[in-house]
C-alpha cells in the first residue's frame, strides 16, 4: 500500500469512528425522547450524550417562548448560571442563528465583540458553535456548546451538531405541546380554586364587618377603628389576590408578556417600602442600594408587584420587631435585589418555593396563604428576562432575591 492510501486510512478510521458515534447519538436520543415526555428531560439527556461525542466545556438549549429565547437545560461550569436566562428577541448571536436557519461557529468569540451571557461565561469562553432547531421550516430553538479553547470546533462538529439538532426537532415540539397542554390544565384549575376558597374569606370578612359598622352606630369608637382597619386590610388582601390571579390568568393562556420599558429600580423599591412600612409597623425595611446602580428593561407595575410579595412574605414570616433588609447591587450585567429576613427560614429546597400552591410544613405552621404569590414573582420576573432564587442564611432567616438584566445595548450570544 502506497504512502498515500496509508494517510488516507488514518484520516478515514477517526471519520468512520465519529460517524457511528454520531448515529448512535441520534438512535439514543430519539429512543430516550420516545419514552419521555419530560421536554427538559429530553433536552439535558440529549446535552449529557453529546458531551462523549464532542470535547466540549459546556452547552445549552433554549426554546423560544414568545418573544424570547429560554435556556431549559445546560451542562458544563456555567449551568447555574445559564440556566432559565431569556434571551429578548434581537440581534445576537443566538438570535441570529435562529432566525437565519444556519449555523454559526466562531473560534474566537470574545474577538467578535459578542458577550456570553453569565459573569463566568463571559469571562471564560472563546469556541462557540450554535445551530437552529428546526420544525416545519421554523426555528423553534438554538442547539450550542463551547469551550474555554480557542479554535475547539471545525466544520465536522457543525455537521454533527445539525443531525443532532434534526433530531431533536420532532421530540421537542411534540413534548413542548404536551407540556403547554398539562401546564394550561393545572393553572386553569388553580385559577378556579383560588375564585373558589381564597377570594371567599376576604369577601365574607368585609362584608360582615361593614354590616356589623352600619347595625351598631354607636359601638365605642376602639372597637370601631379597630373594624374599620379589619376592613382595610382584607380589602388589601383582596386586591393583592386579584393582582395575583390577573397574572395565574395570563399564565395559562400562554406566557406573561412585559413591556420593556427603563425602570430606576431604586424608585420603586422605596415606594413600595413605605407602602409596607405601614402595612407592617412592627417591622423595619432597610433599603441598602450601592452607588450607580444602572436602570432595567421591564414593566413597573410587574416590579412593584414582584417586590410587594417578597416584602410580605419576609414580614409575614419573621417576629415583631425584626428587620427586612432589601439589598441592591449591580453585578455581572445584571441588577440583583436581595430580600433578607430574621425569620423561620426555609425548610425545603429553595426552587420548590416558586412552584404554584407549595408552602413549606414551617410556613404552614406560621401564617395564612394561597401558595401563589412567589409563583406569581417567578412568572413577571421571568417575564421581563430575570431570574428568581430563595436560599437559607447560616445565621437564619432567609434570602429571597431576583435579578434582571440592566439596561444596556450590547449584543449577546
Known amino acids: 500500500m502506497s504512502a498515500v492510501d496509508e494517510s488516507q486510512l488514518e484520516r478515514s478510521v477517526p471519520d468512520a469512528l465519529r460517524s457511528a458515534a454520531t448515529a ?30 464532542i470535547p466540549l466545556t459546556g452547552g445549552s438549549i433554549a426554546l423560544i417562548e414568545g418573544d424570547d429565547l429560554v435556556i431549559r437545560a445546560a451542562v458544563g461550569p456555567f449551568a447555574a448560571e445559564a440556566l432559565g436566562q431569556r434571551l429578548a428577541r434581537g440581534n445576537g448571536l443566538s438570535w441570529r442563528v435562529v432566525g437565519t436557519l444556519e449555523p454559526y461557529l466562531t473560534r474566537d468569540i470574545q ?33 450550542e456548546i463551547d469551550s474555554t479553547q480557542p479554535a475547539a470546533f471545525d466544520d465536522a462538529d457543525v455537521d454533527l ?23 394550561a390544565q393545572v393553572l386553569r384549575e ?34 370601631r377603628a379597630q373594624a374599620i382597619e379589619d376592613v382595610e386590610g382584607e380589602a388589601d388582601r383582596l386586591y393583592r389576590l386579584v393582582e395575583d390571579l390577573l397574572v395565574l390568568s395570563r399564565a395559562e393562556s400562554g406566557r406573561v408578556e412585559s413591556a420593556m420599558e427603563p425602570i430606576v429600580v431604586q424608585h420603586v423599591l422605596r415606594h413600595v417600602i413605605e407602602a409596607e412600612g405601614i402595612r407592617w409597623p412592627t417591622r423595619t425595611f432597610d433599603l441598602q442600594i450601592e452607588p450607580h446602580v444602572p436602570a432595567i428593561l421591564g414593566e413597573e407595575t410587574y416590579l412593584e408587584q414582584v417586590a410587594r410579595n417578597l416584602l410580605t412574605n419576609a414580614a409575614k414570616y419573621s417576629p415583631d420587631g425584626s428587620t427586612v433588609s432589601i439589598a ?7 441588577v440583583l435585589v436581595r430580600v433578607i429576613d430574621e425569620g423561620i427560614g426555609l425548610d425545603d429546597d429553595g426552587e ?27 412568572q413577571l420576573v421571568e417575564a421581563m428576562g430575570g431570574r428568581t432564587w430563595a436560599r437559607n442564611r447560616p445565621e437564619g432567616g432567609a434570602e429571597v432575591g431576583f435579578a434582571i438584566p440592566e439596561h444596556t445595548a450590547g449584543d449577546a450570544a
Open 190 to 223: 388553580a385559577f378556579i380554586g383560588v375564585i373558589s376558597h381564597e377570594l371567599r374569606t376576604p369577601i365574607t370578612t368585609i362584608y360582615g364587618l361593614t354590616k356589623v359598622l352600619r347595625q351598631h352606630r354607636e359601638m365605642a369608637p376602639d372597637v
Open 111 to 143: 474577538a467578535t465583540g459578542a458577550r456570553m451571557r453569565g459573569t463566568a461565561a463571559r469571562e471564560a469562553v472563546r469556541s462557540w458553535l450554535g445551530v437552529p432547531i428546526v420544525r416545519r421550516g421554523q426555528g423553534i430553538g438554538l442547539l
Open 24 to 53: 448512535q447519538l441520534v438512535i439514543d436520543i430519539a429512543t430516550a425522547a420516545a419514552g419521555e415526555r419530560e421536554l427538559d428531560h429530553i433536552l439535558l439527556e440529549a446535552l449529557d450524550r453529546l458531551g462523549t461525542v
Open 328 to 334: 441592591v447591587r449591580s453585578e455581572g450585567g445584571e
Open 352 to 378: 420548590q418555593l416558586f412552584e404554584l400552591f407549595y408552602r413549606s410544613r414551617n410556613a404552614t405552621r406560621q401564617a395564612a396563604g394561597a401558595g401563589i404569590g412567589l409563583f406569581v414573582v417567578r
Open 161 to 183: 451538531l445539525t443531525v443532532v439538532a434534526r433530531a431533536l426537532g420532532g421530540p421537542v415540539d411534540l413534548a413542548s405541546r404536551y407540556a403547554e397542554e398539562r401546564r
